[in-house]
């Protein structure tokens, strides 16, 4: 079993980082090279902008290359709820965010030839109850309304149609989501980048920021030193560098994911006969999918803990068991993969974009980046052009998290909250 992410190692790697220091003045400066800096380098270098993006390792490498490849419509938030705390066309705006931000990826990966097999499968979001199904049905009659006419529920007399275990009490289908091999859409990203005129420096961590004047900063790297009219910061959970005021607002919390081997097109359709994104409503919630190359990839939050090799494989077996428990047709499958990533999740779980005493940043994705960051860091390049764009988080408040000084000690305590509503909600 390799402990590297199935979309690390089998992408192509980026072959086309700027070599030589970090020098000169930008129009830009990018930090991040993730979903986020990646499309936001990408868009500004499309429309003439000078452009640098600065990596502190390879493009895609963090979240953005250890997720589970979803490219989900639909927030996982409780509609009613968002609409009574931020009104109703807040909620309608973010819920639409999500689908601009599916239709976001297809188009980039089309119009730059991108080969990452984007698919619109549809996401199927399962009950594991029936009070739970009653809450879906609910949920969608009020999504129906006020976003999205085209969800809808599966009830447990279906559900076998869509799912291959005897576990769900039902189901709700978001017919617009996708997926896509998200390894290669990084460097897919990356090299269009340079191919229309942006530089990208990999192994290049920003380690100081001067603030010149109004937007214009001078930045600090282990490479050297470049001077930019603006910044876009888009560093995920902002574990280095000098990004505190983002860090205390940001908690990093670890999800893991297996991928078994290669399955028989057979087994692979008795799991998921129609080949869709899925994800289980549940405290620890589960999310899985197929690969390109007919595997299972199965993620989950697994234990409340900090990614390393030692936790990822700790998690993994936990993942391999739920698994098998679902889907007992996979008791003899063996394990190819397994990873961890860190989920840089705030607060609320909505993203936060806009500007902070002269940096603009575009941050906290909360487990739903792969559509979500590329899109606004693409909005955020079309809003430093000049345009006017559709911007759903701009008047979300984003106050620091009491207690939370930057390390995230608290996390075993969240963990046991969640474990303790599980076993209750039984
Ligand atoms: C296990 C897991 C499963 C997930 N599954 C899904 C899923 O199925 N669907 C979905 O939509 N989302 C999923 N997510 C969330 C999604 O992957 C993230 O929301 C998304 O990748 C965030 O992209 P980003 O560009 O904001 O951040 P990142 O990908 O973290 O990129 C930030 C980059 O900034 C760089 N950086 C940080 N500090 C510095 C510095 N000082 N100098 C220079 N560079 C710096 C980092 O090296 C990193 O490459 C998952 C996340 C994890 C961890």
Redesign the pocket.
């Known amino acids: 079993m390799k402990l590297v992410p199935y979309w690390l190692d089998t992408r192509t790697p980026f072959a086309s980082a700027a070599q030589g220091p970090v020098e000169g003045r930008a129009d830009v400066v990018v930090?991040?090279?993730?979903?986020?800096?990646l499309s936001c380098a990408l868009e500004l270098a499309r429309r003439g902008t000078d452009v640098v993006l600065?990596?502190?390792?390879d493009?895609?490498?963090?979240?953005?290359g250890?997720?589970?490849?979803?490219?989900?419509t639909g927030f996982f938030h409780d509609y009613a709820e968002i609409m009574r705390k931020y009104g109703a066309e807040t909620a309608r705006g973010l819920f639409h965010s999500y689908n601009a931000a599916v239709d976001e990826v297809e188009a980039i990966a089309t119009r730059e030839g991108i080969d990452c097999s984007f698919r619109r499968v549809g996401k199927l979001k399962l009950a594991m109850s029936p009070a739970a199904f009653d809450g879906f049905r609910k949920y969608v009659d009020l999504v129906n309304r006020e976003a999205d006419p085209e969800v809808y529920t599966v009830p447990a007399k279906d559900i076998r149609s869509e799912i291959g275990s005897d576990m769900f009490h039902g189901g709700v289908i978001y017919p617009r989501s996708g997926m896509l091999h998200v390894g290669r859409f990084t460097v897919g990203m990356a090299e269009a980048a340079v191919r229309h005129g942006a530089r990208i420096h990999t192994d290049?961590?920003?380690?100081g920021l001067v603030r010149l004047n109004g937007h214009r900063h001078r930045v600090e790297t282990a490479r050297g030193t470049i001077e930019a009219d603006r910044v876009v910061v888009?560093?995920?959970?902002?574990?280095?560098?000098p990004?505190g005021w983002f860090r205390r607002r940001i908690v990093p919390i670890g999800?893991?994911?297996i991928a078994t081997e290669q399955l028989p097109q057979a087994m692979i359709d008795s799991v998921i006969p129609n080949h869709r994104t899925v994800t289980v409503a549940k405290g620890l919630g589960h999310?899985y999918r197929i690969s390109p190359d007919n595997r299972i990839i199965f993620?989950g939050r697994a234990q409340f803990a900090i990614s390393s090799p030692k936790v990822d494989v700790s998690s993994g077996d936990i993942l391999v068991k739920s698994m098998k428990e679902i889907h007992p047709q996979l008791r003899d499958v063996k394990i190819d993969y397994c990873w961890?990533?860190?989920?840089?999740a705030t607060r609320d779980r909505f993203a936060r974009v806009g500007e902070h005493d002269g940096l603009f940043h575009?941050?906290g994705?909360?487990?739903?980046?792969?559509?979500?960051?590329t899109h606004m860091?693409t909005e955020v390049a079309r809003m430093l052009c000049g345009d006017t764009i559709a911007n759903p988080y701009r008047a979300l408040p984003w106050p620091a998290i009491p207690g939370h000084f930057g390390t995230p000690w608290f996390l075993p305590l969240v963990g046991a909250w969640y474990k303790a509503k599980e076993i209750m909600g039984r």
């Not at 600065?54 to 390792?57: C, F, K, N, Q, T």
Request: proline share 2%; with cysteine; aromatic share 8%.
């Open positions: 930090i991040g090279g993730g979903f986020a800096g600065l990596e502190a390792g493009v895609g490498g963090l979240a953005s250890r997720n589970g490849g979803q490219c989900n290049t961590p920003v380690t888009a560093t995920g959970i902002s574990a280095k560098g990004f999800s893991f994911v999310y993620g961890g990533g860190m989920i840089e575009v941050l994705f909360s487990g739903s980046g792969v559509q979500e960051a860091g």
